[in-house]
């Protein structure tokens, strides 16, 4: 689950370009949240193989073993669904095996228009599909 706060907003943490990639989408009149439900709809049959697809790990003897999903960093957005998109989300969640803040960075780097990470993203490497 991601991280709830008190006025119902969910924290989920992105990467930098995704983080700008969905700034000029949403423009001046769309919310991140407004988007991510877009996102579920265009992608919502697809979703466990973009999650899956995801799966990177960063290219650092450090992290080796670490499990990386492309769209996943640093930076901060909050998404404040109603009642009935936080018990969706909640489904979704239940259904892929993962929490939303594992899920809702790739989903949206496979929704919103521009570069898609891992491109031109050399400390990225993508895990071999595991079916």
């Given amino acids: ?4 706060e008190e006025d ?6 992105v990467s930098d370009s995704l983080q700008a990639r969905l700034d000029t989408y949403c423009g001046d ?4 949240t407004a988007v991510v439900f877009e996102a579920i709809e ?3 049959d697809r979703l466990p193989d973009v999650v899956r697809d995801a799966r990177a790990r960063l290219q650092s003897p450090h992290a080796r073993d670490e499990v990386h999903y492309l769209g ?3 930076v901060q957005v909050r998404i404040r669904p109603d009642e009935d998109q936080a018990m969706l989300l909640d489904l979704l969640s239940y259904e892929l095996g993962v929490p939303a803040t594992t899920w809702l960075p790739p989903l949206l780097n496979a929704h919103l228009p521009g570069r898609r990470e ?3 993203m050399p400390w990225i490497i993508q895990a071999p599909a595991e079916r």
């Fill in 8 to 13: 119902s907003a969910w924290t989920v943490f």
């Fill in 72 to 74: 996943s960093g640093p």
């Fill in 1 to 4: 689950m991601a991280a709830r």
């Fill in 42 to 44: 265009a992608l919502r």
């Fill in 118 to 120: 891992p491109d031109n």
């Fill in 29 to 32: 009149d769309g919310t991140p």
